[in-house]
């Protein structure tokens, strides 16, 4: 059963040596991302899965100790998702750049407190696809956390990534009061072929952890809410 979630985006700017000289102007995402992964901790699951979107490629499960690499972004910087297991066999797959942010998060929080494996969505999943992954995850254990890495629209201003688009600031509103308010519907909802014309990486990682937290019973709590560079950032907490 799912007992919290934390939402964050995903990134690699998030990472200050990634960001470089900007990464002062992410500052305060960083600090929702912290108080976000907190209660994950608070929460004392047995398992956490760490999920975010992916390439068709990299879709799937990873299992803990799986490391990813910010060397494509300019950085020497390796992350590993939890600690391996004693006897893991042969050497798991590379995180996505999603999933490798989470790790990077959970580093950071010097995560100790449970087992962590990650989960690659395809971004263009279809909406019931992810609802039944997410109540697959959420079965996994007694007490199940989920840190969900996401962006939302690459269209809020002409400088962003998509351009602008006028449609984009109203579906980012609409996806970040639904994940402060844990609103299960109104993210099972979200428009799947809207979301991929404004380029939102989150839509299907956020209906992942609608489907896991079906029946959870989860309050929600919004914790940042910008648009730099001109894609949507949303953090919350869900327990």
Do not use: N
């Amino acid at each position: 059963m799912l007992v919290a979630a934390a939402v964050c985006p995903c990134p690699p700017l998030l990472v200050p040596e990634v960001a470089a000289g900007a990464a002062p102007e992410l500052d305060a995402a960083r600090a929702a991302c912290a108080d976000a992964v907190g209660v994950l901790a608070a929460a004392r699951p047995d398992l956490l899965i760490v999920t975010g979107p992916a390439g068709p490629e990299d879709e799937g499960a990873f299992p803990a100790g799986s490391s990813g690499s910010f060397a494509g972004f300019g950085v020497e910087l390796t992350v590993r998702l939890g600690e391996a297991p004693a006897l893991s066999g042969a050497a798991p797959r590379t995180l996505p750049a999603s999933l490798a942010v989470g790790a990077w998060l959970l580093e950071r929080a010097r995560w100790a407190g449970a087992p962590a494996e990650g989960l690659g969505i395809d971004e263009r999943a279809a909406v019931g696809r992810c609802a039944e992954t997410g109540r697959e995850a959420a079965a996994r254990a007694d007490r199940v956390a989920m840190l969900v890495m996401g962006d939302g629209s690459a269209c809020r201003t002409v400088k962003a990534p998509g351009y602008l688009d006028d449609r984009a600031v109203g579906f980012d509103a609409e996806a970040a009061r639904a994940l402060g308010a844990a609103d299960v519907a109104a993210l099972g909802a979200l428009d799947a072929s809207l979301a991929h014309e404004l380029a939102v990486a989150g839509r299907a990682p956020w209906q992942v952890l609608a489907g896991a937290a079906e029946g959870a019973g989860l309050g929600g709590q919004l914790l940042y809410e910008d648009a730099p560079y001109g894609v949507g950032y949303v953090v919350a907490s869900w327990s």
